[in-house]
Nanobody, 123 residues
C-alpha cells in the first residue's frame, strides 16, 4: 500500500489548510483498517490529528476537534484533511498513514506512511 500527500505548502494565517492523501495498492474501505493524519513539529514528536475508519466514522484529537475535519472519497481512493483558522503554530510536516492502530503518536503503530508534506503558515 502506498500513500501520497498533496496540497499547498504555504498557507496564510486564518485560512484553511486542505490536504489529500491518495491510497494505492489497497482499498480505503478495508476492514479493520484506519486512515489517519498526523503532523510533526520541528524538533518534536508526532501528533495525531484525526482518523477515519473503514465504515466512515471520524475521530479527532480533542485539542483540534473544533478546527479539523477528515473525509474520504471511496471512488477515488483518497482521504482528506481540512484544518481551519490556521496559525503559524500549525506549521509542521503533515503525514497520512494507515494501519490497524489509530489515535496514537508512535510511528511504529502505523503500517503505511506517506512521505510527508511540509506546510508553512505564514503571511
Amino acid at each position: 500500500v502506498q500513500l501520497q500527500e498533496s496540497g499547498p505548502g504555504l498557507v496564510k494565517p486564518s485560512q484553511t489548510l486542505s490536504l489529500t492523501c491518495t491510497v494505492s495498492g489497497g482499498s480505503i474501505i478495508s476492514a479493520d483498517y484506519y486512515w489517519s493524519w498526523l503532523r510533526q513539529f520541528p524538533d518534536k514528536g508526532l501528533e495525531w490529528i484525526a482518523f477515519i475508519t473503514n465504515d466512515g466514522n471520524r475521530y479527532y484529537r480533542p485539542a483540534l476537534e473544533s478546527r479539523a475535519s477528515i473525509s474520504r472519497d471511496t471512488s477515488k481512493g483518497t482521504f482528506s484533511l481540512r484544518l481551519t483558522s490556521v496559525t503559524p503554530e500549525d506549521t509542521a510536516v503533515y503525514f497520512c498513514a494507515g494501519g490497524r492502530s489509530a489515535g496514537v503518536n508512535q510511528k511504529s503503530e502505523y503500517d503505511n506512511w506517506g512521505q510527508g508534506i511540509q506546510v508553512t503558515v505564514s503571511s
